[in-house]
């Protein structure tokens, strides 16, 4: 250390001080950047020598911290590293080749820890270091560091995972937390909780695509320019909103772990690059795409952009890095494909569901049926559901969009930008079975009804769908359930082209349009036997319907609802799966729709869910989830499923006031937390065992 002269102190924390240095050797001087760990434990010194190996068996990739020598021995203990000239969380948000090549050579990186079976644990854009470098993609040089929390797989601590000696295996592991980021004040292994993945919240064993998860979170950061859950802090004050926007170290963790929560989607990134980011952070890690896969991608959409940068060029051609060498594709790369079909190639290979033939979400936004709102009409979903109290979960949810150039929008529940939108509730009974099959198979039967005659409208192809789906369940299940069960489903789906709503409704589910002034129409009508003109359908149909107990019961199944899908049964008794349609041009009076199955209309009228619609972050994910634990406060005994479209969207995700000198001003621009994104999994609140402990 004696040849290395120290300058100015570049970071200190408590873990580790980092200064700049100059290594002479000979007539040279080398700029450097000397870590300096700090070493109170036999543990931490083991963890220097860890951290020392991973370094050596990593050195000389282009994409990792250039190791060039270390102290190893008391007194001294120290890496001497290539000095940078920052990280990526410095340099705000990126944009076009820039921001791909940056990703691409980040994941690269991890690719290369992967490939030597380690995990990295602590990926987020502080710990990739960069420098100008004219010849690397984006005129960076990207090169993951911070191996301090690296290590194989099996080594990972499993503590209140099956084994370990905590009480519950869903605990959060994140009580070592303390300070805002992992690596500034936390312990070293706790990571950061930012980029944490949900399974490492809940200290089950971490894994590859647990730094997948944090990557992605990566990846979006470099894109938004902010923080994951910036401003998002319980603390803020002046936000006023039923459903609190901010939250406290232990309410994020639980959020992210047993909710959904996600940071906010980067405006204005690629729709490709944010579908991998969407990928990147699915909750269950076995529908997370690999890290080769991710490379792929990213490579694809690099050539694209690249290409695109050509054709742009009127007089002198851009420069484009070798295919061969640092910081390029391996091999002799792909050539660049058209701006759709790489779009495409990018989500098909990272495990995109490919759209079903005929699917409506090929269609423009501006087709036959688009009115004056077409060309601006922006639409936000987000669907919540929950078991309540019942014992098993028979709803089901339906969420597909398309943007306005027929590519389909990747989501976990909740999707924003879309300009024709696929909306369904399935209310299951007798079983879940009914309601599965319609909510995996309604998207494909609508685009096919659409597709097979041009000159069908909307409200027809519904039609054609619900009892094309009815048809090929009731087949699908004669043979499956052999007679034993008749399970069934009501159902409600919405289809939005261009500015006309369809509301096609078999069943007792509602869909509730929300006006700006204030006031709300019901566009459904309740098909069950309270209805008297469906009891006399139904009788004249054949159907017997007396009065047991509570209420009228249709034939010896005793069913309440008297059209539905699949309950092959009652069939012959004048229960039908044929929906009734109902038609709505949209206009600028529309604020939002709200579907639900009959466990939230139980409890809440139309009233009540207008005033807590109006009353919550106008956020579609967090709207439905707040008139789903709204219908469980008040009692709601049954399933509960709940779907909110907000029309128009300009940002309606950002409608909360804040006081700032005594004066009330729009929370535009101040980031909001992301959706909250359930899937199919049942809401619960954590145990207060289970939230994080903070100092």
Same mark, same amino acid.
């Given at each position: 250390m004696?040849?290395?002269?120290?300058?100015?102190?570049l970071?200190?924390?408590?873990?580790?001080?980092?200064?700049?240095?100059?290594w002479?050797?000979?007539n040279? %001087?080398?700029?450097?950047a000397?870590k300096?760990?700090?070493?109170?434990?036999?543990a931490?010194?083991?963890?220097?020598?860890?951290?020392?190996?991973?370094l050596?068996?990593?050195r000389?990739?282009?994409?990792?911290?250039?190791?060039l020598g270390?102290a190893?021995h008391?007194p001294?203990?120290?890496?001497?590293?290539g000095?940078?000239?920052?990280?990526l969380?410095?340099?705000?948000?990126?944009?076009?080749?820039?921001?791909?090549?940056? !990703?691409?050579?980040?994941?690269?990186?991890?690719?290369e820890v992967h490939?030597l079976g380690i995990?990295?644990?602590?990926?987020?854009?502080?710990?990739?270091l960069?420098?100008?470098d004219?010849? +690397?993609?984006?005129?960076?040089?990207?090169?993951l560091?911070? *191996?301090?929390?690296?290590c194989?797989?099996?080594?990972?601590?499993?503590?209140?995972g099956?084994?370990?000696?905590a009480?519950?295996?869903?605990?959060?592991?994140?009580?070592?937390?303390?300070?805002? +980021?992992?690596?500034?004040?936390?312990?070293?292994?706790?990571?950061?909780?930012?980029?944490?993945?949900?399974?490492v919240?809940l200290r089950?064993r971490?894994?590859?695509?647990?730094?997948v998860?944090?990557?992605?979170?990566?990846?979006?950061e470099l894109?938004?320019g902010?923080?994951?859950?910036?401003?998002?802090?319980?603390e +803020?004050?002046?936000?006023?909103t &039923?459903?609190?926007?901010?939250?406290?170290?232990?309410?994020l963790?639980?959020?992210?772990?047993t909710h959904?929560l996600?940071p906010?989607?980067?405006?204005?990134?690629?729709?490709?690059?944010l579908?991998?980011?969407?990928l990147?952070?699915?909750t269950?890690?076995?529908e997370?795409?690999g890290?080769?896969?991710?490379?792929?991608?990213l490579?694809?959409?690099y050539?694209?952009e690249l290409k695109?940068?050509?054709?742009?060029?009127?007089?002198t051609?851009v420069?484009?890095?070798?295919?061969?060498g640092?910081?390029t594709?391996?091999g002799q790369?792909?050539?660049?494909?058209a701006?759709?079909?790489a779009a495409?190639?990018?989500?098909?290979c &990272?495990?995109? /569901?490919?759209l079903?033939?005929g699917?409506?979400?090929?269609?423009h936004s501006?087709?036959?049926?688009?009115?004056a709102?077409?060309?601006a009409?922006s639409?936000?979903a987000?669907?919540?559901?929950?078991q309540?109290?019942r014992?098993?979960q028979?709803?089901?949810?339906?969420l597909?969009? !398309?943007?306005?150039d027929?590519?389909?929008?990747?989501?976990?529940g909740?999707l924003?930008?879309?300009?024709?939108l696929?909306?369904g509730v399935f209310?299951?009974?007798?079983?879940h079975?009914?309601a599965?099959?319609?909510?995996?198979e309604?998207?494909?039967?609508?685009g096919?009804?659409?597709?097979?005659c041009?000159?069908?409208?909307a409200?027809?192809?519904?039609?054609?769908a619900?009892?094309?789906?009815?048809?090929?369940f009731?087949?699908?299940?004669?043979? @499956?359930?052999?007679?034993?069960r008749?399970?069934?489903?009501t159902?409600? &789906?919405?289809?939005?082209?261009g500015?006309?709503?369809?509301?096609?409704?078999a069943?007792d589910?509602?869909?509730?349009?929300?006006?700006?002034?204030?006031?709300?129409r019901?566009?459904?009508?309740?098909?069950c036997t !309270?209805?008297?003109a469906?009891?006399?359908?139904?009788?004249?149909?054949?159907?017997?319907?007396v009065h047991r107990?509570?209420t009228?019961?249709?034939?010896?199944?005793?069913?309440q609802?008297t %059209?539905?899908?699949?309950?092959?049964?009652v069939k012959?008794?004048?229960?039908i799966a044929e929906?009734? &349609?109902t038609e709505h %041009?949209?206009?600028?009076?529309?604020?939002f729709?709200?579907v639900a199955s009959?466990?939230?209309?139980?409890?809440?009228?139309?009233?009540?869910?207008?005033?807590?619609?109006r009353?919550?972050?106008?956020?579609?994910?967090?709207?439905?989830?707040?008139?789903? @634990?709204?219908?469980?406060?008040?009692?709601?005994?049954?399933?509960?499923?709940?779907?909110?479209?907000? *029309?128009g969207?300009?940002?309606?995700?950002?409608r909360?006031?804040?006081?700032?000198?005594?004066?009330?001003?729009h929370?535009?621009?101040?980031p909001?937390?992301?959706?909250?994104? /359930?899937?199919?999994e049942n809401f619960?609140?954590p145990?207060?065992?289970e939230?994080?402990?903070?100092d």
């Amino acid at each position: 250390m004696t040849d290395i002269e120290m300058s100015r102190t570049l970071a200190s924390g408590p873990h580790s001080e980092v200064t700049e240095g100059a290594w002479c050797t000979g007539n040279a %001087r080398v700029p450097v950047a000397v870590k300096a760990p700090c070493l109170p434990t036999s543990a931490s010194l083991d963890a220097f020598h860890r951290e020392l190996g991973v370094l050596l068996q990593l050195r000389g990739h282009p994409n990792i911290v250039q190791l060039l020598g270390a102290a190893a021995h008391p007194p001294d203990y120290a890496f001497v590293l290539g000095l940078e000239a920052g990280s990526l969380a410095e340099l705000g948000a990126l944009r076009g080749r820039r921001l791909l090549g940056c !990703a691409l050579q980040a994941a690269r990186g991890l690719r290369e820890v992967h490939r030597l079976g380690i995990l990295h644990r602590d990926v987020k854009p502080g710990n990739f270091l960069q420098s100008p470098d004219a010849g +690397r993609k984006g005129g960076l040089a990207v090169r993951l560091a911070d *191996f301090g929390l690296a290590c194989p797989p099996e080594e990972e601590p499993m503590s209140g995972g099956r084994g370990g000696s905590a009480s519950s295996a869903s605990r959060l592991s994140c009580r070592r937390i303390r300070g805002r +980021r992992g690596g500034e004040g936390a312990d070293r292994g706790a990571g950061t909780l930012e980029y944490m993945a949900p399974e490492v919240l809940l200290r089950r064993r971490a894994s590859f695509p647990a730094d997948v998860y944090s990557l992605g979170v990566a990846l979006n950061e470099l894109a938004a320019g902010a923080r994951p859950f910036e401003g998002a802090e319980k603390e +803020r004050p002046g936000c006023h909103t &039923v459903l609190e926007v901010g939250y406290g170290r232990a309410e994020l963790a639980a959020a992210v772990a047993t909710h959904g929560l996600r940071p906010d989607p980067a405006l204005g990134a690629p729709a490709a690059f944010l579908d991998l980011v969407g990928l990147c952070w699915r909750t269950d890690p076995r529908e997370r795409p690999g890290i080769d896969e991710v490379v792929e991608v990213l490579e694809r959409l690099y050539l694209l952009e690249l290409k695109e940068d050509k054709a742009g060029s009127e007089s002198t051609p851009v420069s484009s890095p070798p295919l061969l060498g640092p910081g390029t594709p391996e091999g002799q790369g792909e050539p660049a494909l058209a701006p759709v079909e790489a779009a495409a190639a990018a989500s098909h290979c &990272v495990g995109t /569901p490919a759209l079903p033939a005929g699917s409506p979400f090929l269609l423009h936004s501006g087709g036959s049926s688009a009115g004056a709102l077409s060309g601006a009409l922006s639409l936000e979903a987000g669907v919540f559901q929950t078991q309540g109290r019942r014992e098993h979960q028979e709803d089901r949810c339906l969420l597909a969009g !398309a943007a306005a150039d027929g590519r389909r929008l990747v989501g976990e529940g909740c999707l924003a930008g879309a300009t024709s939108l696929l909306v369904g509730v399935f209310d299951g009974h007798r079983g879940h079975e009914a309601a599965e099959f319609a909510a995996g198979e309604m998207e494909a039967a609508v685009g096919a009804a659409l597709g097979a005659c041009k000159r069908a409208s909307a409200g027809d192809a519904l039609r054609t769908a619900f009892l094309a789906v009815d048809r090929r369940f009731r087949a699908s299940s004669a043979g @499956t359930l052999a007679g034993k069960r008749f399970p069934g489903t009501t159902a409600l &789906v919405v289809l939005i082209l261009g500015d006309r709503l369809h509301v096609a409704n078999a069943g007792d589910c509602r869909a509730l349009l929300g006006f700006r002034g204030g006031s709300t129409r019901v566009l459904s009508t309740d098909h069950c036997t !309270a209805n008297a003109a469906e009891r006399r359908r139904v009788e004249a149909a054949g159907g017997l319907v007396v009065h047991r107990v509570d209420t009228w019961r249709v034939g010896q199944a005793a069913l309440q609802c008297t %059209r539905s899908i699949g309950d092959a049964d009652v069939k012959s008794e004048g229960v039908i799966a044929e929906p009734e &349609v109902t038609e709505h %041009r949209l206009g600028p009076e529309d604020e939002f729709l709200v579907v639900a199955s009959d466990g939230l209309w139980d409890v809440l009228e139309p009233a009540d869910v207008s005033a807590l619609i109006r009353d919550t972050v106008k956020h579609p994910g967090m709207a439905a989830q707040r008139l789903v @634990t709204e219908a469980l406060t008040r009692g709601s005994a049954d399933n509960v499923s709940a779907a909110v479209i907000f *029309f128009g969207g300009g940002g309606s995700w950002e409608r909360v006031f804040c006081e700032e000198g005594g004066a009330r001003t729009h929370g535009a621009g101040r980031p909001l937390p992301a959706a909250f994104q /359930p899937g199919r999994e049942n809401f619960r609140l954590p145990a207060r065992d289970e939230m994080m402990e903070c100092d």
